[in-house]
């Protein structure tokens, strides 16, 4: 029969109270942890002590630190901000007053200021393309000889053709100068200018047997001349009691020459601007 061992027993027995009296340890520490944890502010604790001021140790005198070193760093922006839209509104309210107490315009200064309304022809008068602005006399001297001219009948100085209306003239103005105008528009065409002191030589406007334009000073000396294209099939008679070739200005102020076409047998009429080269002032 097995023998009871004593001090077995009381190493078992011994073991076992160290078992219980670790677990009793370790929940003792738990309990302790626990009560520690509570006694801990939460995280939004420390948020809201913050942002309500409440700030206290380290954290607090940091925040406060940085605070005054963002109000140092932009504290010179806000100050010139500050002051240039002072200056802005200033100005505004000075300008604002200025408009208001600005007296309205009288009528003479409106009507000195008011534009004044100019000719749409061109105004040089240099050479024989140029359009310048008849002028108010220029014509107060000229004598119309009607509406036609025959080869070899003299056109004298301040002498035209003129339309028989609409104030068209064709002819010497009293400087020399063979001209084409528009009275109603203030419009000259210079078809031959005469030079200083040339035109004090100029005598006569000729249209030639043949066409030719000529321009002669009182000797019959030819001091200009310009001929059609057509040359010499362009030859004088006499066709229906017409005296050919001669010239006529329209009611249109169109200036034709008419001449007897002996190849095509038959009266021609063209404009002087189609068959005198050089000789373009308008609209053909």
């Known amino acids: ?85 002072l200056v802005l509104a200033v100005v505004s309210i000075s300008l604002a007053l200025s408009i208001d107490r600005k007296p309205a315009p009288s009528v003479a200064q409106s009507a000195v200021s008011a534009p004044v309304a100019t000719s749409v022809e061109p105004s040089t008068e240099t050479t024989n393309d140029s359009a310048p602005t008849v002028t108010e006399d220029q014509f107060a001297n000229k004598q119309c ?44 065409h210079k078809i031959f200018q005469a030079s200083n002191p040339d035109y004090y030589q100029v005598d006569h406007f000729l249209l030639g047997s043949h ?30 009691n017409q005296s050919l070739p001669y010239l006529s200005i329209h009611t249109d102020g169109v200036v034709v020459l008419k001449w007897y076409n002996e190849t095509t047998g038959r009266l021609e009429e063209h404009n002087i601007q189609k068959i005198y080269p050089g000789v373009v002032w308008g609209e053909l």
């Open 1 to 85: 029969m097995p023998t009871y061992d004593r001090d077995y027993d009381r190493e078992y027995e011994g073991d076992y109270d160290t078992e219980g009296q670790e677990d009793a340890r370790l929940k003792g520490g738990r309990a302790a942890d626990r009560a520690f944890a509570a006694s801990l502010p939460s995280a939004v604790q420390v948020q809201n002590s913050i942002t309500m001021g409440d700030v206290s140790g380290s954290t607090g005198e940091s925040y406060i630190t940085l605070m005054k070193g963002a109000w140092q760093e932009n504290k010179r922006r806000m100050v010139i901000i500050l002051s240039v839209a």
């Open 145 to 188: 000889v009607g509406n036609t001219l025959t080869h070899l009948e003299p056109l004298k100085v301040n002498q035209y053709l003129c339309s028989k209306v609409n104030n068209y003239l064709f002819g010497l103005d009293a400087q020399g100068n063979l001209i084409w105008a528009n009275q109603d528009s203030n419009f000259i």
């Open 211 to 240: 066409g030719k334009f000529e321009v002669k000073d009182a000797i019959d000396q030819t001091m200009w001349e310009k001929q059609q294209i057509y040359g010499n099939n362009v030859k004088p008679m006499h066709q229906n």
